[in-house]
Structure formats: C-alpha cells, structure tokens
C-alpha cells in the first residue's frame, strides 16, 4: 500500500495552517474554520547547492513548452453539445462546451436530478455517450425514475459509486463525451480524512474533476446541494472552480421551475429558461411571459400591474400584485414575495412624499406572480401604479405596460432596452405602454401606444378614469 498523501488544516478565514484540526484558528480566533487540504509536495533538495552553481532559484520542477498565438487556437462556438432540451441549451448559451464544467444547484426536490438524467437520455439518442455517476441513489433507484419519466436513457452508462478516483479511473478507461455526478457532495477522495460533503472533501474533488475535464474535453456536469441560507453546500470558492452555475428555483407548490445562470464563461449570464413539471418531467416553456401573465380577460381587480423585465437576453412580462389595507394592530406590515422589501420602502416614501399618498396607517403586501424575481429598477413603476390601484381601489387597464425606474424625487427615469421589452408587450397583447420621457423610441411596435412621463404625477393623471 502506498503512503499517504500528507495533509493540513487551512483556516478558511485567513489562510493559516495547522498541523492537526483544532475547533479554532490560533492566528484570526475564529470558530470552526480548519478544514483539511491536501498538501503538495515540494523540491527542496539540493536548492542550496543549485543558488551557489548560480542556477535560477525560480523552479527546477517546470518545462519549457512552446508558445502559440491566440488566432491559431484550433476550435469553434460550433463544436457545442446540443442536448436537444432547448431552454438548457439556451441557458447555457447555446449547448455545453466539451471540457468544461458546470455545477447545477437547487433545493431538494427541486428537479436537479431529473433535468440532468433527461439531459443523458437526450444526449445518448443524439450519439454522445454519456457516464451518469450516482452517489446518492442506487443504480435501481434511477432506472424506476427514468422509467416514471419515460425518457429513453436505457443507453446511458451507469454507475454508482462515491469515490473520486474509481469515478475518474473507469472514465478515463471509456472517455464520455458528458459525465454527470450527483452529487459533489457524495464524492468523496481517500486523500482526505474528511468525510463525504465538507468543505475540504468538495473542494478538492471539484478542482480533480476541473482538471479530469480540461485535459480530457470531457463536459462534466455536476449537481450540487443548497443550504438553508441559499447558497451551495461547501465553499464558496466551489463556484470560482467551475465554468458554469446554474441555479434551479422555484415553489414547491407550483408546478414551473425555473434555471438561472448566474455565471457563465462562454455565454451571457442571468439568462433564464422556464420548465413545467410534469408526470413525465421538465417540459421546457417556449413562452415564459403566458405563464408569468395568467388569464387577464374577464375580472380585473385593483392592485395588479405590467411590467417588462429583461431576463439576461429574454424580455419577459411579469405581473405585479398589491394590497394595501388598513392595518388592525401596531405597527404596519410591509411583506413582499419577490420584491427587495428595502426598495418597496423606498417606494413607499417617494409615493408618500411626492404624490401625496400616506401609507402609514395600512398594511401592505406586494407579489410577483408566478414566482418570478424582480430585482431591476424598470418594474419601478408598475409597483407604484399596483400599490396607488389597490389604495384607491381603481384597477388599471388590463392591456397596459408600465417601464420605468422611479427616482427619490418623483421622477421617472429611463431603463436599458426598451425597444426590446415594448417588442414583447405588443407580441402578448399589450395596448397602452408607459415609460419614461426619454425612453420613447423613435419606433413604435405596431398596435402599441406608448405614453412619456416626466414624473409619477404624471402617471396618475394619465391613468386616471
């Protein structure tokens, strides 16, 4: 049996090394914070004899490799896998990248793991050989899902295993083309000590992986665990190691799903795709803003508003939901879903101070339907047309848009690609649009009005009946 690789405790905080693992760090006094690494070997023999022979002390154990021009790098955006699984490829930026790596993550139960055995069924029907690599289920266990799923994975290559270097050993002897593991934090190495999941073990299976995938040009796609604070199981540094971070979201008591990349070497990020879950799986939806808009024929209550976000490269409409009613006890209830409730209050001041309505005495409670997020300042305005609706109990028009960002005075400031978000609100039956003076383009989708405000006065004199 070979010897052991040595290891050591590196805190995470600052960057201290102890020789055995301690509860806290002696250098910064922090908690909790050693975790093992593998420690590299270095040359030091004979490197005192090398300065007097007047050698270079700047290494001995590297080589001298030719040089070549960026131009002459063989290898084009063409040579990307197509999964046939359109918002995946979309999300991605056009298919995966053979060599790279992509971390996939979500809270349990989220469909991390069905989306990727869909994704090996599609890619084996296509010809590209696929390793699944399941660490938390035995091999029965993703045969009786594929079989719930109806995908045709029957070809896939399966193989349940935990440890790093029989997973790397059995790829290397058969070359995938795609290789899934799931999940990083079930792999483990016999280097480390550590068990299964901590932040060592994650680490440096990740950066095995990293470089399995570089000099082999094999996609390896990996899912990992969300904690309760929102963030993927391990180290932070987990999302610098890899090309791509896909994060799954949505409510379990809704049957859409949607992935978001939040970095992306080889395309835009924050692009979205939007999935339907399904007795048979994810079913990709072509038009997100249908299942963000709902049915708004017929009853249209007050407090309900349009806005258009930009989702990475995809305009999308969303709609915006308030209710503002007098509050039954203390102090006054701001909840939003959706919504950054310090931006709903800074909205709530602007609309108290500069358009004269007092919320101080109700409650008030904002939703973006369908569970989507909006985080950018253009759906400014459509929050303050729901929440001026809902207090005076006046609903606005149904086929209406409202683009804007609204500043600490009143006023109404313009947002990026408008023409692009207008397009989408004619294509989806929007009739009237309001944006900010300055955004109006110099053409207008055909079918929409579009309407200049300087201020949000100027909005509720426009909307008003």
Known sequence: ???RARTSYRCTECGAD???WAGKCDACGEWNTLVEELVTPRATAGSASRRKAGVSSLGSGGRVVETQRVGD????ESTRIKTGIAEFDFVLGGGIVPGSLVLVGGEPGIGKSTILLQVAAELEARGSSTLYVSGEESPLQVKLRADRLGASAGRVSLLGETMLETVLATAEANPPVVMIIDSIQTIFTGDL?????????????????MRFAKERGVAVLLIGHVTKGGG????????????TVLYFEGESSLDHRVLRATKNRFGSVDEIGVFRMTEGGLVPVENPSALFLGNREGHHASGSAITALIEGTRPVLVEVQALAAKAGFGTPQRVTTGFDGRRLALLL???????????SSLDVFLNVVGGARLQEPAGDLAVAAALASSVHDKPTDAHAVFIGEVGLGGEVRPVSQVERRLAEAEKMGMRTAYVATRSVPARVPRGLKVIGLGT???????VAP
């Open 232 to 243: 993927i199981a391990g180290p932070k540094t987990l999302e610098h190691i890899v090309d």
């Open 349 to 359: 001041a602007v609309l108290e101070r500069r358009a004269g309505i007092s919320f």
């Open 1 to 3: 049996m070979g010897a």
């Open 456 to 462: 949000l006065n100027d909005l509720f004199k426009a």
């Open 18 to 20: 102890h020789p055995k």
């Open 193 to 209: 000590e550590g068990a299964p999941g901590n932040v060592g073990q994650v680490r440096e299976c990740a950066a095995r992986l």
């Open 73 to 76: 790098v063989s290898g084009s």
